[in-house]
């Protein structure tokens, strides 16, 4: 009995040696890449700035109902790094505010999404053939036919315009691809040795999805959802661009370009920053997704 205590012991801190080492690797790979790093140094630095917007912005008020018409339409300056609007308010103090908003749509959205198209996926996948899989694949392809722009406003049409709404038209068009990621993935391992082996051993459905099935498809996924994350910036924005997002006065950067892009080009620094701003984030994400294919690739 104590043997056998011991070996469990040994057995445990083997397992944990071992998946030190292997983040070990997956991190020298990811350095490798130094546009990844890159990548990821700019989404943690506008992550830090959203959440601080309060202490970092230069003039944190004119984030919402501000105006000083004397102050309107001043270019960029030391003052004001990317200029002043048509009401007096700081330009690059609503961009920062802005990146907030950017990484809420980002965190929910992809919180909604992720989750349900990858569990209706694992669930589609093992159990194909059947009615379940017939019903998930098929309402997923109805979703997928449509141009996602074009179900994105019409949702967003439908719903009262504000931000969270936005969010949700969002959501409502976006997961019917990682179901398809997801189950294309797991038809093609249904039938592994593995997924064989764990089935005569009595393992549990639950057990074989998340325990075998999703940890091999994981990679896939993460790189997937790193991407995804400038294309629901981008996606929120052409909502928010139309009227259907965020309402003025908030600081979305959707709204801001949309808002400010009737003053160009006399008054061009207004719409700078904002559509700067939409570019970096997408850029961020789509760098550090670079480093995360490489990771697992490598496996």
Do not use: C
Not at 19 to 38: A, D, G, P, T
Not at 253 to 280: D, H, N, Q, R
Request: net charge positive; aromatic share 14%.
């Amino acid at each position: 009995m104590k043997e056998t205590s011991t070996n469990e012991v040994r057995f445990l801190e083997l397992e944990k040696k071992v998946k030190r080492e292997n983040w070990r690797r997956m991190w020298f790979r990811f350095r490798k890449s130094k546009l990844s790093i890159v990548g990821l140094s700019i989404i943690l630095i506008l992550l830090l700035m959203a959440i601080f917007a309060e202490y970092i912005a230069p003039y944190p008020s004119h984030a919402g109902l501000y105006i000083a018409f004397k102050n309107a339409y001043k270019p960029p300056s030391l003052e004001h790094f990317l200029g002043t609007d048509m009401y007096g308010r700081d330009v690059f103090s609503r961009v920062i505010f802005g990146f907030r908003y950017a990484f809420m749509m980002i965190g929910l959205v992809l919180l909604l999404v992720v989750p349900t198209g990858v569990v209706l996926g694992l669930i589609a996948g093992y159990y194909r053939g059947t009615f379940i899989e017939t019903l998930i694949v098929r309402l997923s392809d109805i979703f997928i036919s449509l141009p996602p722009l074009v179900l994105a406003l019409s949702i967003a049409s439908i719903l009262e315009p504000n931000i969270f709404n936005a969010m949700m038209a969002v959501s409502l068009m976006w997961w019917p691809w990682y179901v398809k990621l997801t189950y294309s993935m797991t038809v093609s391992l249904r039938n592994e040795p593995f997924i064989l082996a764990a089935e005569s051993q009595g393992a549990s459905t639950l057990h074989i999805l998340f325990r075998e099935l999703l940890p091999i498809q994981l990679g896939t996924i993460l790189t997937k959802v790193t991407l995804d994350a400038g294309w629901v910036i981008l996606i929120g924005a052409a909502i928010s661009f139309v009227g259907l997002g965020a309402q003025p006065p908030t600081p979305d950067l959707g709204t801001m370009v949309s808002e400010y892009s009737k003053y160009l080009p006399e008054y061009w620094w207004m719409s700078l920053g904002p559509a700067a701003g939409i570019v970096l984030i997408i850029l961020a994400f789509n760098l550090l997704g670079d480093g995360i294919r490489d990771v697992f690739a490598g496996e």
